[in-house]
């Protein structure tokens, strides 16, 4: 099977030129159907998977995207990396609106109502996630984005909250106090089930807005958000763009992959008392 590259975002971040749709694929999974059809294609020769996480025309809240379903049919059409294309909200002055930001840590403030490991129902892994995001993917994301003349800024941690309403002045302040970069409301536990499938996974986030937490800054709103993603798309395409020029899908070198913090040497359910059916469904995820 041909290792392909794997982008999760909006439509706009996979309209760019050069880009060839080969079609789509509908599947199933074990953890359900993802949240839209795969769309398979190439670039420059490079096999891509695109997937709309919020579904066709954004009918799925962050709380109601089948993460699982979307890590699992990756994975399973051959997905070795991801870049993931996020829009996320600013927590300290210097991370300005259309400023494009490749956090290095996850802080998650998410309510335990969405699925956030494969591992259950007779088979229990504990996975090394202490760096949640590919070093080596994100500093090519990051170069990218500076050869598309976006400003970048490398590190910081994101807050995952769960949403869909936005955050409160008091979350806001006490996040902002605590040091964090940004905040958005679907990296996890799409990153986390991205490294149990031993995946390489980065985020390319866009600084949309300034929470509400800033005293001269207008609040967050869907109307701010989406203009500022129009503008941010464009920058986000050529850094895409770039960034795949310089990834090779067959790369492995990295401990996404395996290594000290394999996931096959995190389950610790005694092989005896595993379940048939958790096995099964597992197959897909613990292949290297």
């Known amino acids: 099977m041909k290792k392909r590259i794997g982008i999760i975002g909006g439509s706009g971040v996979y309209s760019f030129d050069g880009v060839k749709i080969e079609g789509e694929l509908n ?16 670039y420059d020769g490079i096999p891509l998977v695109f997937l709309p996480r919020h579904g066709e025309g954004h009918t799925l809240s962050p709380s ?64 090394g996630f202490g760096d949640p995001f590919c070093q080596k993917l994100s500093g090519i994301l990051a170069c990218s984005a500076e050869e598309a003349d976006a400003t970048i800024h490398r590190g910081g941690t ?17 996040y902002r106090r ?29 600084v949309t807005d300034y929470d509400v937490w800033h005293e001269s800054e207008e609040d967050v709103s869907v109307e701010a958000v ?18 795949l020029k ?3 899908p067959e790369d492995t070198e990295c401990n996404c ?3 000290a913090e394999a996931v096959e040497s995190s ?6 008392n595993r379940s048939y059916l958790a096995k099964e469904h597992l197959k897909v995820i613990l292949e290297r």
């Open 246 to 248: 310089k990834i090779d």
């Open 64 to 127: 109601e995207v089948p993460y699982a379903a979307n890590i699992y049919a990756m994975k399973h059409i051959g997905v070795r990396k991801i870049i993931s294309v996020s829009a996320v909200g600013s927590l300290q002055e210097e991370y300005h609106p259309r400023h494009f930001v490749i956090p290095d840590q996850l802080y998650d403030r998410t309510k335990g109502i969405r699925r956030s490991t494969y591992f259950s129902g007779g088979l229990v892994a504990h996975i």
């Open 158 to 174: 994101l807050v995952c909250m769960e949403g869909p309403a936005f955050s409160t002045r008091a979350e806001s302040d006490i």
């Open 267 to 272: 389950i610790i359910t005694v092989p005896e």
């Open 226 to 243: 989406m203009a500022n993603i129009r503008v941010n798309t464009v920058r986000a395409r050529r850094t895409i763009e770039n960034a």
């Open 27 to 42: 599947t199933e999974t074990p953890f359900g159907r993802p949240s839209a059809p795969l769309i398979l294609a190439e």
């Open 178 to 206: 605590q040091g964090h970069a940004i905040i958005g409301m679907t990296a996890l536990p799409e990153a986390k089930l991205a490294r149990e499938a031993g995946i390489c996974y980065s985020i390319l986030g866009l």
């Open 257 to 259: 992959h395996g290594g």
